[in-house]
């Protein structure tokens, strides 16, 4: 988004701001279908639940990966208008829950909906047969994370090893096991992570074939990267290996779906924020701004991105420190960006904040979250 169209938002709705383009949204969305023409496109909403992106990827033909009650009603509140047997189809084939470890009342709320819910142990299965015993289910392998930014393996999967063995637990617990999916970690710039994960799969599905256990789909997950800088290797680059790959080991009429997250969001949205305080300490610039760590940079913390601060202004730059509002030193959000010398009350953004940036922002030590305005809707 161009700097005169950020300044007149800031100066309309004041800072600190988010500014979401949902011509970005629809054009990260194509460009997915694009170049996987036959993964359907399950939005991660984690990513950012915000109801009007979930409505942009709705009115977009996407469908939906929740991981939360409170994410598969934000999805759900699209559909409430659809007739019953077109709603029950929309969650059925538009709707992951992708959580694999869910709450006793999590599966008790989500059993009349009848959705497909992943799972990776058999733990988890007792209990979906129990409390939600008319789920369909998916089976989360483990897969390698190397090199991505947010690594999952170590929380969830199952060995590929005993993947057969919990298909066969969950039939005999009366369930159907409908497929597999895996997760390469997120902000995978590794493309071996994928085509890793994929011969995997394609090894569990032959063992279930034999087995007796026919799976009719294929969840490749998330971890999409999002362009933060020209580093990040190309989305069609990647996508043109993933599509041979499933061409190889998974012809047609094997259904594909994908999670993205962040390649969907990240770049649709800037953050604006205004320098609230200015210091020099021990020689260097310090800035204070109207939105740090808890609030829109939520992910240096929690998300392991560094996202760079521009300004408005020009003029020669140096190594300057760029903290948060609150009173915790954590509220860090760099201690190296280029900057010029700015005024007080100048204002500085970042682009690329639209993946786990609003999502996880708190009110920590009473400064609310950041507005959110959203353009070309
Ligand atoms: C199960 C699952 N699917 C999809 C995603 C989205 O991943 P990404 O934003 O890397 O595409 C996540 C992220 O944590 C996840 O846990």
Redesign the pocket.
């Known amino acids: 988004m161009d700097q005169k169209k950020l300044l007149q938002l800031a100066r309309k709705h004041g800072t600190p701001l988010v500014v979401v383009d949902h011509k970005v949204l629809r054009h990260n969305y194509e460009q997915f279908k694009k170049y996987l023409p036959r993964v359907q496109v399950?939005y991660?909403v984690?990513?950012n639940s915000d109801p009007a992106i979930v409505q942009t990827f709705y009115d977009a033909g996407g469908s939906f990966?929740v991981?939360s009650v409170a994410e598969f009603l934000n999805v759900h509140e699209k559909i409430e208008h659809l007739p019953a047997k077109e709603r029950q189809d929309f969650i059925w084939d538009r709707i992951i829950y992708?959580?694999?470890i869910k709450a006793i009342e999590t599966l008790q709320g989500l059993d009349p909906y009848k959705p497909l819910v992943?799972y990776d142990n058999h733990e988890e299965v007792i209990k979906i047969a129990r409390y939600a015993p008319h789920a369909g289910l998916v089976l989360?392998l483990q897969v390698p994370n190397t090199g991505?930014i947010?690594e999952?393996s170590s929380k969830?999967g199952a060995q590929p090893g005993e993947a057969v063995d919990l298909i066969t637990f969950a039939h005999n617990n009366n369930l159907v096991v409908e497929g597999l999916?895996f997760?390469v970690?997120?902000?995978?710039t590794n493309p071996q992570n994928y085509s890793q994960a994929l011969s995997l799969a394609a090894g569990v599905f032959s063992e279930a074939k034999a087995r007796g256990f026919e799976l009719k789909l294929l969840d490749i997950?998330?971890?999409?990267?999002a362009h933060y800088d020209d580093t990040v290797p190309s989305f069609r680059r990647l996508a043109k290996m993933i599509r041979a790959e499933l061409d190889r080991l998974f012809p047609p009429p094997m259904e594909i779906l994908?999670?993205?997250?962040?390649?969907?969001?990240?770049s649709a949205a800037t953050a604006i924020a205004r320098i609230i305080g200015k210091a020099v300490r021990g020689g260097k610039l310090c800035y204070y701004l109207d939105d740090g760590v808890y609030h829109t940079y939520s992910g240096v913390i929690f998300d392991h991105t560094q996202y760079h601060l521009k300004s408005f202004g020009k003029g020669p730059t140096q190594i300057c420190s760029v903290f948060g509002p609150t009173c915790d030193a954590l509220d860090t959000i760099s201690l190296a960006e280029q900057l010029p010398d700015l005024e007080m009350g100048e204002l500085l953004y970042s682009e690329n904040i639209g993946?786990?940036s609003a999502a996880s922002s708190t009110s920590f030590n009473g400064f609310p979250p950041a507005k959110v305005v959203h353009v070309n809707q």
């Open positions: 399950y991660a984690k990513a990966d991981a992708a959580n694999p992943t989360r991505s947010v999952l969830f999916s997760h970690g997120s902000q995978c997950g998330g971890g999409f990267p994908a999670e993205p997250g962040r390649f969907l969001v990240a993946a786990y």
